[in-house]
């Protein structure tokens, strides 16, 4: 009788089951073996064009193995900045979700609808620095802010040098009290608790001026990104949600929009706008501080 390989034994999970335990959080080894298998298999068997046609499942995966067994995170961001199998580009930018294009359009339409006083702009964990670049034309100024120096160091490459990059906490920045008419982000809040929501508020509040804005976007798709519409596609989305932390968030830490909402009125800024992009996928808030 032949032996069973490693890949005859892995568990039989359907994409839809996985989607369902990534959005909860619940995803054990099994699962993410699971995942696996079919990412492997999905490769095998299909030809699909998509954004990850080109990224071969076995280096999603040893990617993976890598971040899942790195407690630091700042230790799991440097290894998502290190070169993919596509040419030139680190796994940061392949990771979609990190920095989706579509949120960066919507801030960037958004800001054509709100006022005109943009003169200078600050982008709270700008990563490598998509949205400051794609802002740069609308600001006097833009500088953009995020812990991790190896993706500052891609930022500072890839951008002008009219964009100043600085390495800080986004609950601690260090820049000037009331100094920016603008601060965004890509949906930095998702991997944070409620804790940290109110720390970033108060931050956000306090590099304002009276009359500023802080304008972020959410998925209204859920947990999951449209980008795991393919197993490789999820498993790039749970390597995302390992990396930043989020899946590792408790239900007590798991926060509502509510929440975000409140955390603002607390410290004098309050809501005044929402946008969707075309296909109602994404949606981008702005609160004002009066």
Same mark, same amino acid.
Request: glycine share 6%; hydrophobic share 40%.
């Given at each position: @009788?032949?032996? #069973? ?13 996985? +989607? ?14 699971? $995942? ?21 499942? !076995? ?6 193995? +890598? ?5 630091? #995170? ?7 900045? &290190? ?23 919507? =801030?960037?339409?958004? $800001? ?7 003169? %200078? ?9 998509? $949205?400051? =670049? ?21 930022? %500072? ?29 890509? /949906?930095?809040? !998702? &991997? ?15 590099? *304002? %001026?009276?009359? /500023? &804005? ?6 209204? *798709? ?11 596609? *999820? ?11 989020? !899946?590792?968030? &408790? ?17 004098? @800024?309050? *809501? =005044?706008? !929402? ?6 996928? @994404? ?8």
């Amino acid at each position: @009788m032949t032996e #069973p390989t490693s890949e005859d034994k892995a568990p039989q999970y359907s994409l839809p089951d996985l +989607k369902d335990l990534a959005s909860n959080g619940d995803l054990n080894e099994e699962a993410w073996q699971g $995942l696996y298998h079919l990412a492997r298999e999905e490769e095998i068997q299909t030809n699909e064009a998509s954004s990850l046609s080109d990224i071969p499942a !076995s280096a999603l995966i040893e990617l993976a193995e +890598k971040v899942r067994g790195e407690p630091d #995170p700042i230790k799991r961001y440097e290894l998502v900045s &290190s070169l993919s199998p596509r040419e030139g580009v680190i796994w940061f930018d392949v990771l979609e979700t990190f920095s989706d294009k579509s949120s960066r359009d919507l =801030i960037y339409d958004s $800001l054509f609808l709100s006022a005109d006083d943009r003169r %200078r702009i600050v982008d709270l964990g700008t990563g490598t620095g998509n $949205l400051a =670049i794609a802002l740069e034309d609308l600001a006097d100024e833009v500088i953009g802010v995020d812990r991790v120096d190896k993706l500052l160091e891609v930022a %500072r490459l890839q951008s002008p040098d009219t964009i100043k990059y600085h390495q800080a906490e986004v609950f601690s920045t260090g820049l000037a009290e009331a100094s920016f008419d603008l601060a965004v982000s890509l /949906g930095l809040e !998702s &991997s944070f608790t409620k804790v940290q929501i109110a720390a970033l508020t108060q931050e956000v509040s306090r590099l *304002l %001026r009276n009359g /500023g &804005s802080y304008i972020t976007t959410f998925n209204t *798709l859920g947990d999951i990104s449209e980008f795991a519409s393919t197993a490789k596609g *999820l498993l790039a989305d749970c390597i995302v949600d390992t990396v930043s932390g989020k !899946s590792a968030l &408790s239900n007590e830490d798991k926060w509502e929009y509510s929440d975000l909402e409140s955390a603002f009125e607390l410290v004098g @800024m309050s *809501l =005044i706008e !929402s946008y969707e992009n075309e296909d109602g996928s @994404m949606i981008a808030v702005e609160f004002v501080k009066s």
